[in-house]
């Protein structure tokens, strides 16, 4: 089924630095959303990117999507502490109605 | 206030008992989703549904069963033939399926004892 990879697993900043985390996946996409977690609670929705789109911004986040790689990967720029979660891609593709998650990025940053 | 609502926060079960998960949202999207988190993984998912009366089994689907009588309400039962059943369930809704945003619920923390 269609299921995105995070990597890395884990990630350590200090406050004001970038955070990049990479999603990969193994089949054609229609679209790939990333999402965020904090500890105990619901998966919030950040941003969807289509297949035929290479980069989108929301504030602070920065995604990118490259098709031919099949990965795309979440930047956040100038971290903050309240940035600290869990973070998910779903990839989705074909005609599968399923969403599916990884196993995501722990985002650890450092006051 | 929109929104996808689970209850209980918290559920204590003993072995052997089913127990029912409620999902209610008011957000009047066709697609819902159950899924379930151990500690530090993952999310997996256990079934969803595209429609009223329909629903299709996910990727974890022994020892759950589920019901979409009405649009809003998408309860899922953890039935005593689930072997680990303590963990994090979250259920999700979205109104385009996989092409569009889904929302959370805050989550069911289950533990049999």
């Known amino acids: 089924s269609q299921q995105g990879e995070e990597d890395p697993q884990a990630l350590s900043i200090q406050e004001g630095e970038n955070a990049t985390m990479n999603c990969s996946y193994k089949?054609?996409?229609?679209?790939l959303q990333w999402y965020r977690q904090n500890s105990g609670r619901g998966l919030v929705h950040l941003i969807l990117?289509?297949?035929?789109?290479r980069e989108k911004h929301s504030g602070r986040l920065r995604v990118t999507l490259d098709t031919s790689k099949k990965s795309s990967s979440l930047l956040i720029t100038a971290s903050r502490a309240a940035d600290t979660a869990s973070y998910f891609c779903?990839?989705?593709?074909?005609?599968?109605?399923?969403?599916?998650f990884g196993t995501g990025t722990l985002l650890a940053v450092q006051p | 206030d929109g929104g996808i609502t689970q209850s209980p926060k918290y559920l204590f079960r003993k072995e052997g008992q089913n127990v029912t998960l409620s999902c209610e949202q008011n957000?009047?999207?066709?697609?819902m989703y159950w899924y379930r988190q151990d500690p530090g993984q993952g999310l997996r998912l256990i079934y969803y549904?595209?429609?009223?009366?329909?629903?299709q089994k996910g990727d974890i689907a022994e020892g759950y069963s589920v019901s979409r009588e009405k649009k809003e309400s998408f309860p899922l039962t953890v039935t005593s033939a689930q072997k680990n059943p303590t963990a994090f369930y979250l259920c999700?809704?979205?109104?385009?399926?996989?092409?569009?945003?889904?929302?959370f619920g805050q989550g069911t923390r289950l533990t049999v004892v």
């Open positions: 957000l009047n999207h066709d697609a």
């Open positions: 779903a990839p989705s593709g074909g005609a599968t109605n399923k969403l599916i």
């Open positions: 990117i289509r297949s035929n789109e």
């Open positions: 999700a809704s979205s109104s385009g399926g996989v092409r569009t945003e889904a929302f």
């Open positions: 089949t054609s996409i229609n679209n």
């Open positions: 549904s595209q429609i009223v009366n329909d629903f």
